[in-house]
């Protein structure tokens, strides 16, 4: 949806027409659903930040200037509620985090070798906790870059911090869960990969 038809609907839903809510929760539910369960792994619990997060719009819809694109707006509206409910997810035992695929995803283009060995040896559980190692900024930074695609300047817009502090978090991350993976190979007595360790 382009950012005048947004403007337009928002412009109907300030006056209360229900249809140009539905319009927009139709056009921007699913990648904002996507975003949520991918941080908390909570259908249930993604469903209602979803929920909360477009009744935001539905009370205050003039608050989107169209300073940025509407669904990155919309993933800062759930950032809070998402990084709320994270922090109270980490403490159960049962929490459920970025599974090995995903891991895999974060450093696959140097590290693919790092992925095989964990997944063949099954150590789902020693990579999420190499997640859990990252600070939420670091964790949400990975995820908004290489799982939805935001740009650079995207992500500074979500986390209010300059463009050269999403590089700088997006680094960091990396080599944190490059060092975690290489020491829970090490661990496991497999060969370490020489780009796993790499500097980037």
């Given at each position: 949806?382009?950012?005048?038809?947004?403007?337009?609907?928002?412009?109907?839903?300030?006056?209360?027409?229900?249809?140009?809510?539905?319009?927009?929760?139709?056009?921007?539910?699913?990648?904002?659903?996507?975003?949520?369960?991918?941080?908390?792994?909570?259908?249930?619990?993604?469903?209602?930040?979803?929920a909360?997060?477009?009744?935001?719009?539905?009370r205050?819809?003039?608050?989107?200037?169209?300073?940025?694109?509407?669904?990155?707006?919309?993933?800062?509206?759930?950032?809070?509620?998402?990084?709320?409910?994270?922090?109270?997810?980490?403490?159960?035992?049962?929490?459920?985090?970025?599974?090995?695929?995903?891991?895999?995803?974060?450093?696959?283009?140097?590290?693919?070798?790092?992925?095989?060995?964990l997944?063949q040896?099954?150590?789902?559980?020693?990579?999420?906790?190499?997640?859990?190692?990252?600070?939420?900024?670091?964790?949400?930074?990975?995820?908004?870059?290489?799982?939805?695609?935001?740009?650079?300047?995207?992500?500074?817009?979500?986390?209010?911090?300059?463009?050269?502090?999403?590089?700088?978090?997006?680094?960091?991350?990396?080599?944190?869960?490059?060092?975690?993976?290489?020491?829970?190979?090490?661990?496991?007595?497999?060969?370490?990969?020489?780009?796993?360790?790499?500097?980037?």
């Amino acid at each position: 949806m382009e950012d005048h038809d947004v403007l337009r609907l928002l412009g109907r839903v300030e006056q209360g027409d229900e249809g140009a809510f539905k319009e927009l929760y139709r056009a921007f539910s699913r990648k904002l659903y996507a975003y949520v369960l991918r941080q908390l792994g909570d259908p249930a619990q993604a469903e209602e930040i979803v929920a909360d997060t477009l009744y935001e719009v539905w009370r205050k819809p003039a608050v989107f200037r169209g300073d940025s694109q509407f669904s990155t707006w919309l993933i800062g509206i759930a950032r809070n509620k998402v990084l709320m409910a994270y922090r109270a997810s980490r403490s159960r035992p049962d929490s459920q985090h970025e599974d090995l695929d995903d891991i895999a995803e974060v450093v696959a283009s140097d590290s693919e070798g790092a992925f095989e060995l964990l997944a063949q040896q099954q150590r789902h559980e020693g990579v999420r906790s190499c997640m859990d190692k990252l600070s939420d900024d670091h964790r949400e930074c990975v995820h908004l870059v290489f799982y939805e695609g935001l740009s650079l300047a995207e992500v500074a817009a979500v986390q209010s911090c300059p463009e050269n502090t999403v590089k700088t978090r997006l680094f960091h991350a990396r080599q944190k869960l490059k060092n975690c993976l290489r020491l829970l190979i090490e661990r496991e007595g497999g060969t370490v990969p020489r780009t796993i360790g790499a500097a980037s």
